[in-house]
């Protein structure tokens, strides 16, 4: 019997452009958020309206877009908090933004920052910890380490691979910090 659906060269399949494919990929996927955001961004709004601008609701509406990628939405956000106080939530916030864009001393600045007003400074500590870890400056690791044990042992003992002579449990602190342990900090009594 002869072969089936084979005709010479009649079937040469070309494989689109990568980086067209990618493009495309990106349209859909904002236009797919989009969609995702827009009820929600007006529900926040709302509540941000009919509350006099609580800062809680704005630091809520920057999660919101941190938590879907819109990273310079959320950073306005953060910032709009933090221009009308020192907002330990927002500036924890604004550290992760910070961190996830390679800006390590940016974060170290807005995590000291929140430490001393937040009433729950542990998020911040893992913060200073890990971009004080990437700046290499592994005594200030130590230190936020300690500090963080003291008001979180559970969350000191998540990232303790960072600390200097500690055991890894053969976890390789590489590995370890691509784990995503960022928590976009909210709640905060106003």
Do not use: C
């Not at 907002?87 to 550290?95: E, F």
């Not at 913060?127 to 008001?151: C, F, H, Q, S, T």
């Amino acid at each position: 019997y002869e072969p089936v659906g084979f005709a010479g060269n009649q079937g040469i399949i070309s494989v689109p452009d990568g980086d067209e494919v990618m493009e495309e990929y990106r349209e859909n996927m904002d236009r797919f958020v989009d969609r995702q955001l827009v009820n929600r961004v007006e529900e926040l709004n709302a509540q941000i309206a009919s509350t006099r601008n609580n800062l809680r609701y704005i630091n809520r509406l920057g999660i919101l877009y941190a938590r879907f990628g819109r990273l310079e939405d959320a950073a306005i956000q953060f910032r709009r908090v933090i221009s009308q106080r020192e907002y330990g939530p927002a500036l924890v916030n604004l550290g992760h933004i910070a961190y996830l864009s390679g800006d390590f001393q940016g974060a170290i600045s807005y995590y000291n920052r929140a430490i001393p007003v937040s009433s729950n400074a542990a998020a911040a500590l893992v913060g200073l910890a890990k971009a004080e870890y990437e700046m290499e400056n592994y005594p200030v690791v130590d230190e936020a380490l300690a500090m963080l044990e003291e008001i979180d042992p559970e969350a000191a003992n998540e990232i303790s691979y960072l600390g200097t002579g500690v055991e890894n449990d053969g976890i390789r602190a590489s590995e370890a910090l691509e784990r995503n342990i960022y928590r976009w900090d909210q709640e905060e009594d106003l």
